[in-house]
């Protein structure tokens, strides 16, 4: 564990686990993680993501849990694009320019070097994060239907220490999550996000297990969902993967 004058907030520093978020609830369950406490590992056998998929998990990569506040209720379903908007705010620091893409991956350039999973287990919030710092997956081992390729951070995110750079985010982060709750409205927060939303303003297709929705990508509801302009109207979708289509086709 590590504490410092400058950081308020404990971060639990673990080798090799299962993942960040198995520590986190665990140390939660104990009594030992409370709200902004957080958990960074060097590596882990058992990453997951979104929808319970595998998340490689190469050392020199940044691996993290981090117990959130609870906000009020009408943000429950925000989380997620709120962790990353605070990721973006916090790397665009850095001068890198991160997009998101809904709901919850992160993009740089075009590639994904990161990704944010939120679980709620009774009283306990936390943010799962994943960023490649100096590695990523190779094309083969990317699910077949991958948006878009594996890339990393690098330079100037790899000029710190893992640590230094978890740190520099809890810091930025927690003053944006904070800031961003007391100050703005959910429709207020709706709009400022677009300013990082990748694919904003083209045509995509909302795609999961039961259904494919396919239109132009007008932003995001006050309640976290993906606002579509289709053929049969503006429908908000609040669950699915996003995959963009090519931009010669046109609007619908």
Not at 50 to 65: E, H
Request: a neutral charge; hydrophobic letters at 40%; charged letters at 20%.
């Amino acid at each position: 564990m590590v504490t410092g004058e400058d950081l308020r907030e404990r971060v639990y520093l673990c080798g090799p686990c299962s993942s960040a978020l198995d520590v986190a609830h665990h140390l939660a369950s104990v009594g030992g993680l409370d709200a902004w406490d957080s958990v960074l590992v060097s590596r882990q056998w058992a990453g997951r993501g979104q929808m319970r998929r595998a998340w490689i998990s190469d050392p020199g990569n940044l691996f993290a849990a981090w117990r959130l506040p609870f906000p009020p209720e009408p943000w429950r379903n925000m989380i997620s694009v709120l962790m990353g908007w605070i990721l973006c705010q916090g790397l665009r620091g850095l001068r890198l320019p991160l997009q998101l893409k809904w709901p919850n991956d992160l993009l740089l350039h075009g590639r994904k070097v990161g990704g944010i999973l939120v679980e709620e287990r009774g009283e306990v919030l936390l943010a799962g994060i994943g960023l490649n710092l100096s590695s990523s997956p190779p094309e083969a081992m990317m699910r077949t239907d991958h948006v878009a390729s594996a890339g990393t951070l690098g330079p100037p995110a790899t000029r710190r220490s893992i640590f230094e750079l978890w740190i520099r985010l809890v810091n930025v982060g927690r003053l944006c999550y904070i800031s961003t709750l007391s100050d703005s409205t959910l429709l207020e927060f709706s709009h400022s996000i677009e300013t990082v939303l990748a694919y904003l303003g083209t045509m995509v297709q909302i795609v999961d297990n039961r259904s494919s929705v396919r239109g132009l990508f007008r932003g995001l509801s006050p309640d976290g969902g993906i606002v579509l302009h289709t053929q049969d109207g503006t429908r908000t979708l609040h669950s699915g993967s996003l995959f963009p289509e090519d931009a010669s086709e046109g609007d619908t």
